[in-house]
């Protein structure tokens, strides 16, 4: 096979897992999820492979099953903002994005904390909005009542633009150069914004950041959330579908979606998560991944796993006997909270079913089959060039890379998989800049006015 002569470069980032049950926190190397040591570890790594970001996922209220908390994965970590402010402090280069809802939040506190951890870290903030998918998450908060879904991206978008309109309310360089650190005439100005959202005006209180705007990213794949991602944000955390057809049509339709709104492919990245397990040997790293996944799903993980899609308490079933032969309950009533439920999960059962009973698996095989693949294995070489060929093959523009295990699980991949994306030539041997917006390759973002969406006025 010809090799293509120019080949698309690959991006790379890291998640810190959360709540969910791909750490294995059995594993005999496991570590602390809330000891600083375990994050810095995993982000000093990244920095040694060069990665884009950091990147932290958000769980607002703790999950529960069958009305107590679900302790079968990590329970509780400390807040986003000040973790990354800490690892600002730890390395120098990494961007740190961190996961911040739209729904609960206000847009001066917001604004703030991210322009504060951008000037702390010189211009490495992001911030990834979400809007969160149900009521239960929040009955933690004192809004008044939970959001329609229709209303929770008309909200993201106006919090969005006010934080832009309250980050551009101060100039770069707001103090008079004769005044001795006097603030220029109209250097920092009044804002105010009304709308069916806010009703807020003032003037805002920490200086604009490094970057100007912060990166931001978008995670939600419904047909609002897309549109909301590709006329708002620099980035999308994506799923990685299970076929590279639907891959390609995902990627395809976010760009679209950018193009529609006057944006370049350029200006949208497609970041999807995926896992990997490597080996010396092709065969050892399906042994690898076999195992890591014998160890995310335990059999009590399966069962609860199982209980997601039936929405019905299985725990009188044996994880190593049979699927349950009684339909999944369909009513509205979920049996999990603080978790997503697949609205095509009935659906689901029977797919289930289907794989079951052709390759005879119990219900943990069943799950492990189903449920916790990694998404690259292979040797080193193979990993990286499955990386590639797959940006190539217009499916990602590069990965938020999701180990299994806190603090080391990218070590491994930074010292082989790494150099061998290099030897490819498809990925960077230094940091391009300085800051996460120059290091992505993404348009400065300039104190122009910006168009907001929410009211079609002009911002600032
Ligand atoms: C890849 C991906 C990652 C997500 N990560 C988070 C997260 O860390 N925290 C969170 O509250 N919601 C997260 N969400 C949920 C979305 O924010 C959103 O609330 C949910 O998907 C419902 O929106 P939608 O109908 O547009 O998909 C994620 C969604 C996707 C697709």
Do not use: C
């Amino acid at each position: 096979m010809t090799e293509p002569t120019t080949r698309r470069e690959v991006r790379l980032a890291a998640h810190f897992p959360g709540v969910n049950h791909h750490t294995v926190w059995s594993h005999p190397d496991a570590g602390s999820n809330i000891d600083f040591a375990s994050f810095r570890h995993l982000a000093q790594t990244a920095e040694r492979g060069l990665f884009d970001f950091f990147f932290l996922a958000e769980g607002l209220r703790l999950r529960e099953r069958k009305g107590l908390i679900h302790d079968l994965d990590v329970v509780g970590r400390p807040d986003t903002i000040p973790v990354l402010a800490a690892l600002a402090a730890v390395t120098e280069r990494l961007g740190l994005i961190g996961t911040i809802n739209a729904t609960f939040n206000e847009p001066d506190q917001l604004a703030k904390e991210f322009a504060s951890l951008d000037l702390l870290s010189d211009g490495r903030a992001g911030w990834n909005v979400v809007t969160s998918s149900d009521a239960f998450t929040g009955e933690n908060f004192r809004r008044g009542g939970y959001l329609d879904a229709a209303d929770r991206y008309v909200r993201a978008a106006d919090l969005v633009a006010a934080a832009r309109q309250l980050w551009d309310s101060w100039d770069d360089d707001p103090i008079d150069p004769f005044g001795k650190a006097l603030l220029r005439e109209g250097a920092v100005r009044d804002f105010s914004r009304t709308s069916e959202q806010f009703d807020i005006a003032g003037t805002f209180g920490t200086p604009r950041p490094a970057q100007g705007h912060p990166v931001i990213l978008q995670a939600g794949d419904s047909a609002d959330g897309r549109d909301f991602g590709a006329r708002t944000a620099d980035a999308i955390f994506a799923r990685w579908w299970e076929t590279p057809e639907k891959r390609r049509e995902s990627f395809a339709d976010f760009k679209r979606r950018a193009a529609s709104f006057g944006r370049g492919p350029d200006e949208l990245l497609i970041f999807p998560g995926v896992s990997f397990a490597l080996g010396d040997t092709e065969q050892e790293a399906r042994e690898n991944d076999r195992e890591i996944r014998r160890g995310q799903i335990t059999p009590q993980t399966a069962i609860a796993l199982l209980e997601h899609v039936w929405n019905r308490d299985l725990s009188g079933y044996d994880p190593d006997g049979p699927l349950p032969a009684i339909e999944p309950d369909r009513s509205e009533k979920a049996i999990v909270k603080g978790q997503s439920r697949r609205n095509d999960a009935p659906d689901l059962a029977d797919r289930y079913r289907a794989i079951a009973a052709e390759k005879n698996l119990s219900i943990r095989e069943l799950i492990i089959e189903v449920q916790a693949s990694r998404t690259f294995v292979g040797t080193p070489k193979t990993v990286a060039r499955a990386l590639a060929d797959a940006v190539d093959n217009g499916e990602a523009d590069g990965y938020i890379l999701v180990p299994h295990l806190i603090p080391a699980g990218l070590d491994e991949f930074v010292d082989s998989v790494v150099p061998e994306l290099q030897d490819l030539g498809v990925y960077r041997t230094e940091y391009p800049g300085e800051t996460l917006r120059e290091n992505l390759g993404l348009r400065p973002a300039g104190a122009q006015p910006v168009a907001d969406p929410a009211s079609h006025r002009v911002a600032s």
